[in-house]
């Protein structure tokens, strides 16, 4: 077997994993039918995934604020990670040195995050979950 194949493999047990584990532990909150739900993703993954986007070589949070990550970008960023070896990752421009071997999963996450909630589109918020609660309450 090819090395793609091993990677692509590997993905989808995690994919199949990440679905059921996100089912379970979601299944408890009413929000998964709410009408006009707005998915803000803070920190970590999302303004990872943002940053190399827009291939800064330098982050900066005014970029990524506000950002509107599609599920399009997310699934090709996913893409082009499993098929670049862990320690070459680091050479990718605006992903942060230790987070080569956490992103995919953090993607795959926020992927199935997405299909559970039928969105496919996540709002980029560099703070944290203070803002995204009083961005709710607006």
């Known amino acids: 077997r090819s090395r793609q194949g091993r990677s692509s493999a590997a993905s989808d047990v995690d994919k199949g994993q990440i679905q059921q584990a996100l089912k379970r532990e979601l299944k408890s909150f009413d929000i998964t039918k709410k009408k006009d739900l707005i998915l803000i993703g803070t920190a970590g993954t999302p303004t990872t995934l943002v940053a190399i986007e827009l291939k800064l070589k330098e982050y900066n949070p005014e970029f990524v604020n506000n950002f509107v990550l599609t599920e399009d970008i997310v699934r090709s960023t996913i893409d082009k990670l499993i098929k670049i ?27 199935e995050t997405l299909k559970i909630f039928s969105l496919n589109k996540v709002i980029v918020s560099d703070g944290g979950v203070l803002e995204g609660i009083a961005y709710s309450q607006t």
């Open 85 to 111: 070896p862990k320690k070459e990752r680091a050479k990718i421009i605006g992903l942060e040195k230790g987070r080569e071997d956490i992103l995919i999963a953090g993607a795959l996450i926020l992927v």
